[in-house]
C-alpha cells in the first residue's frame, strides 16, 4: 500500500493504492483517492498525538486491504507536522523482518524478477557510484525495497529516493541507470561521462532510452503502455537528462580512472589504512563508524571531501588520503554486510 500523486483533470491528487499479483506479474489498483489534501484525513486530539479519519480504514476495509496501524501512519507521515514526526522518528527502531532472515538463494530468487535498470538506479541512489560493478547473480539487501512491487509502486518508491539526489548528480544517475557506460568499454574516462564527446553520449542516451521504452519485461503488468510512444515514466528521465549537465572532470578525476584501468588486474594492492586514522581524517570515533549506515558514511565523506578539496582551499594530498580513508572505510562496512 502507497500514496501516489497523480495528474487528474482539476490538477493533482493523491490517490492510495497497492500492488497485487496477477499471475506472473505484479500490477497496482486504485484504492482511494484523497483528493489535493491528504492532510484532511489526519486527526489531531491534542499534544503530539493524531490518528486517521475513520473513513479511510472503512474504505481500506472495504476493499479488502489488509494492513496495519504502522503502515497507515507511514502513509500519513510526510502530511504530519514536523514535530509530531520528529517524536515518533525518536521512538522508531529497526525490526528484523522474515525476508533478513531469508538465505541468500531464496533471497536471490526473490531478486532475480527485478530489472535491471532498478536495481542500477537504486545502486547509485544508495552509493552515488558510476562504477557499478556486476550487480546480477548474487543477492543485494539494498534492493528488498523493490520486491514484489508494481510498475507503478516501484516508480513510486525510487522517485521519492531521487529528491534527496543534488543537481550536479542528476545527469550522472541518468548515465548510470542506462548503463551507458557499457557503451564505451574500452575508453578511459567510460566512468567519468563529462570527459567523452557529448554528441556520442546523448546519441547512445537516445538509443537506450528506446530499446527500453520496448523493452515487455519492464513494463510487465502495466495496461497502457505503447511501445511507438515513450511512457511517461521515460519521458521524465529525457527531461532529467537534458536539463542538467555533467559536473566537470579534475585532473584528479582523470588520474584516478587511469591507475584504475591500468592496475585493475595487478596483484599488488593499495595499502589498507588503519581504522583510527581513517576515522580520524572524519572527525569520528570507531564507535560512531561502526553505528553508521553506507549512506550515513557516504555522507560524512561528502561532507569532509567538499572541505578538503583543493578548489575549495585544500590540498591535494588531503584530499587524496580523504578519498583513501573512505575507500578502506567503506570496503569494511560492506564486508560487515
Known amino acids: 500500500m502507497y500514496l501516489r500523486r497523480v495528474r487528474r483533470g482539476d490538477g493533482y491528487h493523491f490517490v492510495i493504492r497497492e500492488s497485487y499479483g496477477d499471475g506472473d506479474c505484479i500490477r497496482n489498483r486504485d484504492i482511494m483517492d484523497l483528493g489535493p489534501h ?4 489526519v486527526e489531531y486530539p491534542g499534544g503530539n498525538g493524531f490518528y486517521i479519519d475513520p473513513s479511510v480504514e472503512e474504505m481500506l476495509q472495504a476493499k479488502g486491504v489488509e494492513y496495519t496501524a504502522e503502515e497507515l501512519e507511514q502513509l500519513f507521515m510526510p502530511f504530519l507536522p514536523f514535530r509530531i514526526r520528529r517524536v515518533i522518528e525518536q521512538f522508531r527502531c529497526h525490526r528484523s523482518t522474515a525476508r533478513d532472515r531469508e538465505s541468500s538463494v531464496e533471497l536471490l530468487e526473490k531478486q532475480r524478477g527485478l530489472h535491471s535498470f532498478d536495481k542500477r ?6 552509493f552515488g557510484r558510476v562504477d557499478m560493478g556486476d550487480l546480477e547473480g548474487r543477492p543485494w539487501k539494498f534492493l528488498n525495497v523493490l520486491i514484489g512491487k508494481s510498475r507503478d509502486e516501484i516508480e513510486h518508491t525510487i522517485e521519492e529516493m531521487e529528491r534527496g539526489l543534488q543537481p550536479r548528480e542528476i545527469r550522472p544517475y541518468v548515465y548510470t541507470a542506462l548503463n551507458l557506460q557499457s557503451c564505451f568499454p574500452s575508453h578511459l574516462l567510460r566512468n567519468q561521462p563529462a570527459g567523452l564527446d557529448r554528441e556520442k553520449v546523448d546519441a547512445v542516451f537516445l538509443d537506450e532510452i528506446c530499446r527500453l521504452n520496448r523493452d515487455n519485461a519492464f513494463f510487465r503488468g502495466v495496461e497502457d503502455h505503447d511501445s511507438c510512444c515513450l511512457h511517461s515514466i521515460l519521458a521524465r528521465y529525457v527531461i532529467l537528462y537534458f536539463d542538467h549537465e555533467f559536473p566537470g572532470i579534475t585532473l584528479n578525476d582523470y588520474l584516478n580512472e587511469f591507475m584504475r584501468s591500468r592496475f585493475r588486474n595487478s596483484v599488488r594492492q593499495r595499502p589498507v ?18 553505528g553508521m549506515s553506507e549512506k550515513d558514511l557516504v555522507r560524512v565523506y561528502r561532507r569532509t571531501a567538499h572541505k578538503v578539496h583543493p578548489d575549495k582551499g585544500g590540498s591535494q594530498d588531503g584530499f587524496v588520503q580523504v578519498t583513501e580513508a573512505y575507500e578502506c572505510l567503506l570496503a569494511r562496512k560492506r564486508r560487515q554486510v
Open 121 to 126: 538506479r537504486i545502486h547509485f541512489l544508495k
Open 273 to 290: 589504512m588503519a581504522l583510527e586514522l581513517a576515522c580520524r581524517l572524519f572527525g569520528i570515533t570507531v564507535c560512531e563508524f561502526e
Open 38 to 41: 491528504p492532510e484532511n484525513c
